[in-house]
């Protein structure tokens, strides 16, 4: 069964930082690209991160938005994959959960290609974690 937990939400002031980490299961973690969503209330869902299966390049790929401030990482010892976010604004409050690349139609799964605009293509995700960034 694949599984994907996310964790390390938290209540920061604006500036701060935050890891979140997304632990996996049930697949063959290096041969799948992850991708970190979030959704605030009341908005669409909006990508922030995807990063490349091990097995392909692990290449990285961000949202406009988070550019120069959040890092995706693999941590392949551990099946996880980590969200590092610094200089936090209050725009970034949110849910945040993962997904793996699992659903893909095309088979394109270790690939970030379309990570954006094609978020079906994820479809294994975890319950979510919450960021909340106060000014």
């Known amino acids: 069964e694949v599984q994907l937990v996310e964790s390390g939400g938290a209540s920061v002031q604006a500036g701060g930082s935050l890891r979140l980490s997304c632990a996996t299961s049930?697949?063959?973690?290096?041969?799948?690209?992850i991708a970190w969503f979030r959704q605030a209330p009341g908005k669409e869902r909006e990508g922030v991160a995807c990063?490349?299966?091990?097995?392909?390049?692990?290449?990285?790929y961000y949202a406009d938005s988070v550019k120069d401030r959040f890092t995706v990482s693999r941590d392949n010892a551990k099946n996880a994959v980590n969200l590092q976010m610094k200089n936090l604004r209050p725009e970034d409050t949110a849910v945040y959960y993962c997904?793996?690349?699992?659903?893909?139609?095309?088979?394109?799964?270790?690939?970030?290609?379309?990570?954006?605009?094609?978020?079906?293509?994820?479809?294994?995700r975890g319950q979510g974690t919450q960021v909340t960034v106060s000014s």
């Open positions: 049930g697949f063959a973690f290096e041969d799948y690209s």
């Open positions: 997904a793996a690349r699992t659903e893909d139609p095309d088979r394109l799964f270790r690939h970030c290609t379309h990570w954006e605009t094609q978020p079906f293509r994820f479809g294994s």
């Open positions: 990063i490349s299966g091990a097995s392909y390049d692990d290449s990285t």
